[in-house]
């Protein structure tokens, strides 16, 4: 089984600051997924194969990585991107999930 | 628009079953595989498994392969999670998730398991 490790596992950040969370892997991945969830709803699509931005998704965030090391990046922090984000590989069965950055506002 | 609505909460007592529905539209059923996940109280993601939607085939994650069990009824657009011999560790929201990447999703049942 992958596993995902997620840093930090928490952070705080500051409007207008830029944010950038890491998801390595044990072993070598194709591609990384990264989901936002708010509170208790259902996560939501960010970045599909690694780097593509899913649709209606603002272009302040990015994300790039290969092999083993993965980043998602939010250019310039807002108050709506407080939440918790996941990155999970579909590389691999069982597929997997890192264990989540919760990222709030200062 | 693709849409997956799951069937609403559920509050059962140790050792008893249920059934959770995921009712799928906007695309063709069988399009996609439908993929299965846990969120226990203040805790993570975890992968459950996945159903094939043409053949109906699941395939489980390790901690979900006993007392757990995903099934279709396709001509209504429907995928199932059925959970047995509850336990107070069930106590979970569960979500179904469609397409390769996950990128619809239900919002989410809510199952708490009680004495």
């Known amino acids: 089984e992958i596993v995902l490790t997620q840093s930090p596992t928490t952070m705080a950040a500051s409007p207008g600051e830029k944010v950038t969370l890491t998801c390595l892997a044990s072993?070598?991945?194709?591609?990384m997924y990264w989901y936002q969830q708010k509170s208790s709803a259902s996560p939501k699509l960010l970045i599909y194969?690694?780097?593509s931005l899913a649709s209606g998704v603002p272009d302040r965030f990015s994300g790039s990585g290969s092999g083993t090391s993965y980043s998602l990046t939010i250019s310039s922090m807002e108050a709506e991107d407080a939440a918790i984000y996941y990155c999970?590989?579909?590389?691999?069965?069982?597929?997997?999930f890192g264990s989540g950055t919760k990222l709030e506002i200062k | 628009q693709i849409q997956l609505v799951q069937s609403g909460p559920e509050l059962k007592k140790p050792g008893e079953s249920l059934k959770i529905s995921c009712k799928a539209s906007?695309?063709?059923?069988?399009?996609?595989?439908m993929q299965w996940v846990k969120q226990a109280p203040g805790k993570g993601l975890q992968y459950m498994g996945w159903i094939n939607t043409q053949t109906g085939k699941p395939t489980y994650a390790d901690d979900f392969k006993e007392r757990f069990v995903f099934s279709l009824e396709t001509s209504a657009s429907t995928a199932y999670l059925q959970i047995n011999n509850l336990k107070n560790e069930d106590t979970a929201t569960y979500f179904c998730?469609?397409?390769?990447?996950?990128?619809?999703w239900g919002q989410g049942t809510l199952v708490t398991v009680s004495s």
């Open positions: 999970l590989q579909l590389t691999s069965t069982p597929l997997t």
């Open positions: 072993s070598s991945v194709n591609y």
């Open positions: 906007g695309y063709t059923f069988t399009d996609y595989a």
């Open positions: 998730a469609t397409h390769p990447a996950f990128a619809y």
């Open positions: 194969y690694t780097s």
